[in-house]
Each structure stands twice: as structure tokens, then as C-alpha cells.
């Protein structure tokens, strides 16, 4: 797969971009209804292992692809995993990686930071999700001849992206949850990815098991995250 800028090299060619202007009464009512549905967004970390359409997935992850990215080079690599001998091996490295991290590598502050939200070593969601999705983002661009090429802003890239991506799962009903086991290597090596791409997160990705739970929590209010200048 062909994966650093397609366009490296070529020169600036212009197209039209005449997009349709909503009127502000539709913006209105769009900007409401999306700000509703996303306030229902939860991150989930129990799930049901009910089938979900893979197109669903497919298209959420078109969804993610179509995210900005430094120089337009598109640094990410999504790796969707349905094997369920794969996804015991992520598992059970994850847990293994979790247990040292609850049993001590964290740290108190952390460990306090974690607390409100019920977490522990134990990460069924790994394998009761119908799928994983492993997201590698691209540190810099490997060539056929094993040469390597500079990405820009991979992690702001991989970020949006990723963003993009939960906001996609969300709005087509399903639910999902950002984890970021600490180290991550061991996706590299269940997955057999290039020396080029560093895992970025695992997004377990289906319904919610019917008796799933969340931690109350609060959000900040508008006034707290905007200043206005
Ligand atoms: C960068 C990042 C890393 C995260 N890592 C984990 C994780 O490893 N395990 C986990 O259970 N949740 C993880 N989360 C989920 C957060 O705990 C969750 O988003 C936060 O508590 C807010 O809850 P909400 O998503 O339901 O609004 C992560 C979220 C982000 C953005």
C-alpha cells in the first residue's frame, strides 16, 4: 500500500470548490441537533458481542480518512481486527501491560486521575467488541527501497483523525471506547505492522452490552472551555 503523499512532487493545480451555502436557519438547526447527539456520546467499556454491520465500520473509518493531515500526507494506518485468536492475543498482552500498570508503573497521581472512572486491569472489551479498531499512525513515510521520508504533525493528524472516527461510530449508533494500553508495542508485533507505524490507540467498537454502565460524569459548561477574545 501506497501510503505517504500521492501529490509529493507535483505542482499546485487548482480545482473549483463551490460547495452549496445552508441557509442560517438550517445551519442552526444542524449545529443544535449534532451538539444534542454528541452530548450523548459515552465512552463504553462494556460491550455486546451482538453482530454489527461491517459496512458501518467501514464507512466510519472512511469517515477518519477523510481528515485533515500536515502536507495532506494522511499518516495513519487502521487495522480492523474480527479474528478472535487476534484479539485474545491483544487481550492478553494488554492485560499483562495494565497489571503492571495498576500494580505500580503509574503512580499515585495517575492512578487518582483514574479513580473517578472505575477502570482496572481487567479489559473484556477487547474481546466481547465484534471489532477492534487498532489505529497506527505513520512516523514518517517507508519507501520500496527502505528509504525513509518526514510526515508532518502525525500526532495532530492521527488525532483529528481519530476524532472524526468516534464521532462517525457515534452518529451510526454504535458505541466505542479510546483505549490506550501503556506501552503499546506489543500491537506492533501481534500485528505484524512496519517499523514506520507506532499504535496510536485500540477503539473497541460496537453495541453496549444491555447492562452497561458509565461513570457520572461532568463536562464542563460552554463558559468554562470558551473565552472569547
Ligand atoms: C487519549 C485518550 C486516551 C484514553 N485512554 C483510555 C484507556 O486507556 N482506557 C479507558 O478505559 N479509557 C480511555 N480513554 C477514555 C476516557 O477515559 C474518556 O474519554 C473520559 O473519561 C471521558 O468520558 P466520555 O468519553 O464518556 O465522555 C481515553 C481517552 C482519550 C482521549
Known sequence: MRTWTPMHGQPYQPTPYRP??????????????????????????????DPVPEQVVLDAIAVAATAPSGAHQQPWTFVLVTDPEIRAAIR????????????????????????????DASKPHLTDAPYLIVVFEQRFYLDEQGESHKHYYVDESVGIAVGM????????GLAALMHTPSPMRFLSEVLGRPRNEKAFAVIPTGYPAADAMVPDLVRKSLDQVIVRA
Open 20 to 49: 452549496s451555502r445552508m441557509s442560517a436557519k438550517a445551519s442552526l438547526a444542524v449545529a443544535a441537533d449534532l451538539r444534542r447527539r454528541m452530548g450523548e456520546r459515552r465512552t463504553v467499556r462494556a460491550f455486546s458481542a
Open 92 to 119: 492478553c498482552a494488554a492485560e499483562q501491560e495494565e497489571q503492571r500498570s495498576y500494580t505500580g508503573r503509574l503512580g499515585e497521581e495517575w492512578l487518582s486521575a483514574l479513580e473517578p472512572l472505575g477502570t
Open 165 to 172: 472516527l468516534l464521532t462517525a461510530l457515534h452518529l451510526s
